[in-house]
């Protein structure tokens, strides 16, 4: 599990340090995007390497990114959920609703967390007290999560023009500066995802309570015996994940100006892709930020090239899946290699 | 074990099955006084096409769950039969029989590259099938470049559309592939073998089953079945188009859940799962009937299959409650006899 | 009575150590042929080779007259040897006619299987072994008596020769023991050949003919059954060598360190009591199915207890779960380090830090992996854990470093009281009496050591007082302070008579 | 005995979940004159508007109405929809066709079985459906061309966002460019892109539409989904004021694309009508189901409807005009 131990491995002065962190998948994943990265630029010189498109691609792909680690956290804690894409939209038009009517938005949102944690609870309790497989009960937390919003909105666009500007302008808003002669933007929402995540990520490695996860994806009888209290840490994941899949609705909700019942369709298959790809694994306890962002980040390089180089688009979902089988492939031929 | 206690565990399939057909005639008859034009023979065929496709993918569904399984690419294989065979006869123009044994080839072998990569990697069935799943709604996507296509002869619509003694093509295949696979799987050798390798797969291959054959085949099955129901579909709808059979894979295993199996495998039969398909028609069919908002659907969808895996979690906890309490009354009376 | 069964000078190991060493053992036709020794003393090897489960390293074996060499259990059936696994491998969900036929059922002329014949043939077998079982039943809906007999019919289905059944009565009520002891002598009387493995003194006696006693890996002696006693069979069974020396017992014993009263878990584990004091080793020997490690479990409430009260240092506590025992410093580690004991795929300072995570957290809660780091390199010299590498997985380590590394996790916790489940299992000789001498100096730092071994000589060689395990509680407690306790005594107390 | 409790837990459950079922507010059914209305995409506001009209229009005869579909873009659902509203007995039926040949079978077998049932929004034209309600595609996309034409002149280098394969889009950006030609002959329409009919996906794909062809001065959005993607792109690039702004033509009516129009991102949107499309699907329904003393020629057995297709034809809404704010509340039903 070569995240693991290269990122354990970071002590001062021994050599074979480096090549811990050579062989490990962060730097292979790294590879292989600059590599997307440098083919894009040579076929599309004008127009790929603006910053115009690169922050089109990575501003885009910041509600991907949030799912995709809502469902690493989990990933690590050997679970698995597929409702973050439905939550997304119940969360989305809750908020929504609330503030078409005029609730103070700070309300509104607070709400839309709390309903994104009650999923969360649910799908922890389910998983962790009455021990059902979390491929289950997420399936049917999709399927209600989903419902909930459809038979609260009757599926409409949920709008709010008459709410306090900031909340709407906000998804939106760019930091202009200039450079030279050409005009640099950098949207908040993108800055918002990439400073949460950072923390998160270190909080991840460094603070204790969030790096038992690891221990309890690896080996749960092991983390019970060794005095980790496995339920109440398997529920954390899943009120984790659920906060970030609040946060990427209200992202989504606010550059929208709409709330909508149809919003993540498809997305709990796409983060999961990005997980796997980034390192994490259904077996538990490896998995990390960085990795999946590589992940996202690929996933969305790929697409942003199918567009410049208008390729058939309808191509590019077929990728998605290409990758992720890829990504499995190559990990369980390195871990039968590793185990034998 | 007293004569009460024997029949208890012997028949709480039985029971389940009896719960379920009860719940299924009482929202029949319930819609039925309640709204009338039910039980007319127009409505309950209505009731029928409506849930046969996915009550074909349920069949194969039945098999790979029973061997602890799972298999998310049906939905899409489904699809790629309605456009394969669309192609062969429209485009390509061959005769009707050659281009439906070309594609249930095809699918065949996808059944086969599902199994052979979920054997080769030793990976979760779930992220295999999940890939398959997407890469294959984007090739039905990009070779048809979103259109449909129709224009079948005449002979080959009856496939879908035409009558025999009373009952149309689809539903008459769906009742004789799930009495033929009933039979099967009740009695011969090789579908018996599926409960050992849902028992435990260990145990199995040490009684000699060669549970990687068995693997494969079993996901071939899975796939050809998927392959008849898009054939059939193309022809009931006239059209083959990448759109269709979206999420059916969720509601083939809703049914197989609510019929009673044990999602990790070892229970479950092919009469419990066409009753959860028929329980799953109705409820469709009762929500038509009643003009509820059709959106409370997805709602019951996602509750039902919860309480079908919680139902089948009370009966394990039963289970091992029972083993405890024969245990202890073992340890006592082999006390009572020691002299030392 | 003619040979059925003839091995000789057979051989077998694992890797480094010699599992078997130069075994001669016979069966005769007809005959029930008790095999009895120690945990370890090589009976389930020597019976997997018999069944064709492992391949022997050398020595010759003639069955019904032929040579032969299995290498998949499927020969040996088809050979008419059929192997009664302990566990039962019977599928819950299939008939008891399905069980017996798996991979062998009978066709009518379409293919299928023809059930009506299959069932017919089963209730014969029952009938003609004078037990009433509806074939058609769900194996699930029978008892664990019933169970075992379905396993044998699917031996005699086999036409079996020669049945081997490994602890069959581990979990028959009186009542059934005696119905299944009834269709062992129909069995024998129509010529099959039986080896019986049992703990149950009484048992044997009451249904073999000869008995062959195994000891470290030897072939003791085989004996008619009228002709030794009870005693007899303990003395041969035990004795084995002392070998390896034990670190000198404790010359300073304090007080009590913990102690616990009236534990029981239900369904495992009877009313036990006990104390173990300050810089004291006290052993606890018993047989498979004791209940050992499901006591100690229940202690530290890994496995949900029934009733239970416990002091640590004189004052009472709660312990609502294992995080609870540790904050009072009463670390166990568990039986099975693959799966509870170690987190395979994490390097040793992440195993070493597992049960202390909090003590290397700073006030705001940031982990301060310095610090782990330099605790872990100063165990890995104190216990001369040598790994490939500092950042190598636990997985790649060897059994003795691997002990060593969960050794030293629990030294990380500063225990009170220490229970270590099977400290040397799968270890090689070389680092056990290593991992021995560290087990005692932990004690006389002045901690309590609670060891739960298999192994005779281990529990008598390191313990102080030895507590003996039976049928889920204690038999006997014997004070070992001069280490005169003999393995024969603690056998006699092991043993269900 | 427990037996006995675990079929009481059993029955228990399933009772609870036909009353949910039973008990939730049912609009009270008339058997006599229940009219059913079949979408794709269903929720999305466009259809809203379009059920909206319909109930109303039924609600003046004292008729009940329903909304049935999928809530994606699998027709064959609709397909099994209108069958099973066809069973049931309504009177009526309007349907638009997600997919035009997918909707034929059940159409056709819906007027066999005497049912009156047409399509409106998106036609079917295969199928014996009575006749087609809603926007003559290729007039609408004319106006608009027409439109971008009068603002830009032989200037107008056109972006198209839109969805391949679909035939209603087809015909728009067909009768697009015969009315941007009508008035502009050397305007150009640039390149097309897929936007899938997905928001984040419009954003991403217009912002490389506009960066890899920067003379585009104007995108044309042939359906409802794509406009506020488009205009986050010409924001993207920089382009969404001043002098070289990109204007937007959005399309259809929904409320963050009215509120569009009023800030001025949008220049305009081509505003279909889907209420009027809802009340003249019911009518032409109604008078389908209720034969008078003649039966209709083109359709033996059914009440007299137009044999052409009624076009509910298209306005260009821009910045002030009144409709906007009508518009902007959301309908009630």
């Known amino acids: 599990m070569a995240t693991q131990a290269s990122f354990t491995a970071r002590e001062k002065g021994s050599i074979w340090r480096y090549l811990a962190a050579f062989s490990s998948r962060e730097f292979l994943l790294v590879l292989i995007n600059l590599i997307i990265f440098a083919a894009l630029a040579f076929a599309r010189p004008d127009v790929f390497p603006t910053w115009t498109n690169i922050k089109a691609v990575l501003s885009l792909m910041s509600y991907d990114l949030l799912i995709a680690i809502a469902m690493t956290i989990v990933l690590i804690g050997r679970g698995l959920d597929l409702s973050v894409g439905s939550v997304l939209a119940l969360s989305s038009v809750v908020m929504a609703m609330l503030m078409r009517d005029q609730q103070p938005i700070v309300l509104a949102l607070v709400l839309g967390l709390l309903t994104a944690l009650a999923c969360g609870l649910i799908n922890g309790l389910l998983i962790a007290r009455a021990g059902i497989l979390p491929f289950l009960v997420t399936l049917g937390m999709m399927s209600l999560a989903r419902g909930v919003a459809t038979v609260l909105t009757t599926g409409q666009y949920i709008s709010f023009p008459r709410a306090d500007r900031w909340f709407s302008d906000f998804g939106r808003f760019e930091f202009r500066f200039q450079y030279g002669d050409t005009f640099y933007g950098l949207p908040l929402p993108l800055l918002i995802t990439l400073a949460v995540i950072t923390i998160f990520a270190l909080l991840l490695t460094y603070w204790t309570p969030l790096r038992k996860i690891f221990y309890v994806g690896e080996s749960p009888e092991a983390a019970h015996l060794s005095g980790i209290n496995v339920v109440r840490l398997t529920i954390t994941t899943y009120l984790l994940s659920a906060f970030f899949v609040w946060m990427a609705a209200v992202l989504m909700t606010s550059a929208n100006r709409i709330g909508y019942a149809n919003y993540g369709i498809g997305a709990e298959l796409r983060a999961l892709a990005a997980a796997v790809v980034g390192g994490a694994s259904m077996a538990g306890g490896v998995g990390s930020i960085f990795g999946t962002f590589l992940g996202v980040l690929m996933l969305a390089l790929i697409g942003n090239g199918f567009v410049l180089l208008n390729g058939n688009p309808n191509w590019q979902q077929a990728t998605v899946g290409i990758v992720l089988i890829v990504a499995v492939g190559f990990d369980a031929l390195r871990n039968i290699r590793g185990r034998r | 074990m007293s004569k009460a206690q024997r029949n208890v565990t012997k028949n709480t399939t039985v029971i389940q099955y009896i719960g379920l057909a009860f719940v299924t005639f009482a929202v029949l008859f319930g819609v039925q006084l309640g709204f009338g034009n039910m039980l007319t023979p127009a409505n309950l065929e209505v009731m029928a096409m409506n849930m046969v496709f996915e009550g074909i993918l349920a069949l194969g569904m039945t098999f790979v769950i029973l061997m602890g399984g799972i298999d998310l690419s049906v939905a899409s294989v489904f699809a790629f039969a309605e456009i394969l065979g669309a192609k062969l006869m429209i485009e390509a123009g061959l005769p009707i029989i050659p281009s439906i044994l070309i594609t249930l080839i095809a699918c065949a072998l996808i059944g086969a590259l599902n199994g052979g990569l979920i054997v080769l990697f030793r990976v979760h069935p779930l992220i295999i099938t999940m890939g398959m799943l997407l890469t294959l709604r984007g090739v039905n996507l990009a070779i048809t470049d979103g259109k449909a296509i129709s224009g079948f002869t005449e002979s080959y619509l009856f496939l879908g559309q035409g009558k025999i003694l009373g009952l149309s093509v689809p539903i008459l295949f769906f009742l004789i592939a799930a009495l033929v696979l009933g039979v099967l799987l009740a009695h011969h050798r090789f579908f018996r073998q599926l409960y050992f390798i849902g028992g435990g797969e260990r145990a199995a291959a040490l009684s000699g089953v060669n549970v990687n054959r068995v693997k494969i085949i079993i996901y071939t099955l899975s796939a050809t079945l998927a392959g008849c129901a898009g054939i059939m579909a193309a022809a009931r709808y006239g059209a083959a188009h990448w759109g269709h059979g979206n999420l059916a894979e969720l509601k083939a295993i809703a049914a197989v859940a609510i019929g009673g199996a044990n999602i990790n495998g070892g229970s479950g039969t092919i009469g419990g799962t066409v009753l959860g398909v028929i329980f799953l028609a109705v409820i469709h069919n009762a929500f038509v009937t009643s003009a509820v908002n059709p959106f409370w659907y997805d709602v019951v969808n996602g509750l039902m299959l919860l309480v079908a895996v919680l139902l089948s979690r009370f009966i394990t906890l039963r289970n091992v409650r029972a083993v405890l309490t024969l245990k202890q009354s073992k340890i006592e009376n082999i006390e009572a006899t020691q002299r030392t | 009575m003619t040979t059925l069964l003839q091995i000789q000078n057979l051989s077998k190991s694992f890797l480094s150590n010699r599992v078997l060493r130069s075994i001669n053992f016979d069966v005769r036709k007809g005959e029930v042929h008790a095999l009895i020794g120690e945990n370890g003393a090589g009976k389930s090897t020597l019976v997997n080779i018999i069944a064709g489960i492992h391949k022997r390293d050398e020595g010759t074996m003639v069955f019904n007259g032929t040579d032969i060499s299995f290498n998949h259990p499927l020969e040996a059936m088809k050979a008419g040897i059929s192997l009664m696994h302990q566990e039962l491998s019977l599928v819950p969900n299939a008939t008891v006619a399905e069980n017996i036929y798996l991979r062998r059922e009978k066709r009518n002329r379409l293919g299928f299987n023809d059930w009506a014949e299959m069932n017919r043939e089963a209730a014969a077998i029952f009938e003609r072994i004078g037990i009433d079982i509806d074939p058609k039943a769900l194996v699930g809906t029978l008892s664990v008596g019933m169970q075992q007999i379905v396993e044998l019919a699917k031996a005699i289905s086999l036409d079996a020769k020669l049945i081997i059944m490994d602890e069959p009565t581990s979990s028959l009520s009186e009542k059934e023991t005696v119905e299944f002891f009834k269709v062992m002598r129909d069995l024998k009387a129509r010529g099959i050949s039986l080896i019986f493995i049992s703990h149950k003194l009484s048992e044997l006696f009451e249904i073999s003919d000869r008995i062959t006693v195994l000891r470290d890996g030897q072939h003791i002696s085989t004996d008619d059954i009228s002709t030794v006693t009870a005693d007899d069979i303990i003395r041969k069974m035990v004795g084995r060598h002392l070998g390896d020396l034990y670190p000198v017992r404790s010359s300073n014993i304090g007080d009590v360190v913990f102690s616990c009263r009236g534990l029981t878990r239900f369904g495992a584990v009877r009313p036990t009591s006990f104390d173990v004091r300050r810089g004291e080793i006290v052993g606890i020997a018993g047989l498979v199915g004791a209940g050992r490690t499901e006591a100690m479990r229940a202690l530290i409430n890994a496995d949900k207890r029934t009733s239970g009260q416990f002091w640590i240092e004189g004052n009472e506590i709660t312990i609502g779960d294992p995080g609870e025992a540790l904050s009072y410093g009463i670390v166990y580690l568990s039986e099975d380090r693959k799966s509870s004991g170690l987190f395979l795929s994490f390097n040793i300072t992440d195993n070493v830090g597992a049960a202390t995570l909090d003590r290397y957290t700073g006030s705001t809660g940031m982990f301060k992996q310095s610090a782990l780091r330099d605790k872990a390199k100063d165990f890995i010299g104190r216990m001369d854990i040598r790994p490939p590498n500092e950042a190598a997985r636990v997985v790649t380590l060897s059994g003795g470093n691997q002990q060593k590394v969960l050794l030293a996790k629990a030294l990380d916790a500063n225990p009170k009281l220490l229970i270590v489940d099977e400290p040397t299992r799968g270890v090689d000789v070389g680092a056990k009496s290593l991992i021995h001498a560290r087990i005692r100096e932990l004690a006389e730092t002045g901690i309590g050591v609670i060891v739960i071994s298999s192994e005779m000589p281990e529990v008598i060689g390191m313990a102080d007082r030895i507590l003996v395990f039976r049928n889920g509680g204690i038999s006997a407690e014997l004070d070992n302070h001069q280490g005169n306790v003999t393995q024969e005594i603690v056998m006699t107390h092991a043993v269900i008579h | ?333």
């Open chain 4, 1 to 333: 005995m427990n037996s006995l409790k675990r079929m009481l837990t059993i029955t228990t459950i399933s009772l609870v979940v036909a009353t949910v079922i039973g008990s939730v507010p049912v609009k009270a059914q008339d058997a006599e004159e229940h009219y059913g209305m079949v979408v794709f995409l269903r929720g999305s506001e466009f259809f809203n508007w379009a059920y909206a009209g319909f109930q109303d229009a039924a609600k003046t005869v004292k008729a009940t109405t329903e909304l049935q579909g999928p809530a994606d873009w699998d027709a064959s659902a609709e397909a099994r929809a209108v069958d099973q509203l066809g069973a049931k007995g309504v009177k009526g039926i309007a349907v638009t066709a997600g997919d035009a040949d997918t909707l034929v079978t059940s159409i056709d077998s819906s007027i066999k079985a005497g049912v009156p049932i047409l399509t409106f929004d998106s036609d079917s034209p295969k199928s014996k459906r009575l006749l087609f309600v809603g926007t003559n595609n290729y007039n609408a996309g004319f106006t608009a061309g027409k439109a971008v034409g009068e603002k830009l002149g032989d200037k107008a280098r056109v972006g198209v966002s839109l969805i391949p394969g679909l035939d209603s889009i087809t015909h728009r950006l067909e009768g697009f460019k015969a009315g941007l030609a009508s008035v502009a002959p050397n305007a150009k329409i640039v390149t097309t892109v897929n936007d899938e009919g997905d928001l984040q996906k419009a954003e991403s794909v217009n912002t490389a539409m506009l960066q890899a062809n920067p003379d585009i001065n104007v995108i044309f959005c042939a359906h409802g989904n794509p406009a506020t993607g488009a205009y986050s792109a010409t924001r993207n690039v920089g382009r969404d004021q001043g002098e070289n702004k990109v204007n937007v033509l959005a399309w259809s009516i929904d409320a963050p694309i009215l509120q569009g129009v009023e800030y001025g991102d949008y220049f305009g949107t081509v505003a279909q009508n889907p209420y009027m499309m809802g009340v003249q699907a019911f009518w032409q329904l109604w008078s389908a189901a209720h034969k008078t003393q003649f039966d209709s020629m083109t359709n033996p057995g059914f009440g007299h409807v137009p044999a052409a297709d009624i076009d509910t034809g298209v306005k260009i809404l821009i910045k002030g005009d009144p409709t906007i704010q009508a518009l902007l509340t959301p309908p009630k039903f």
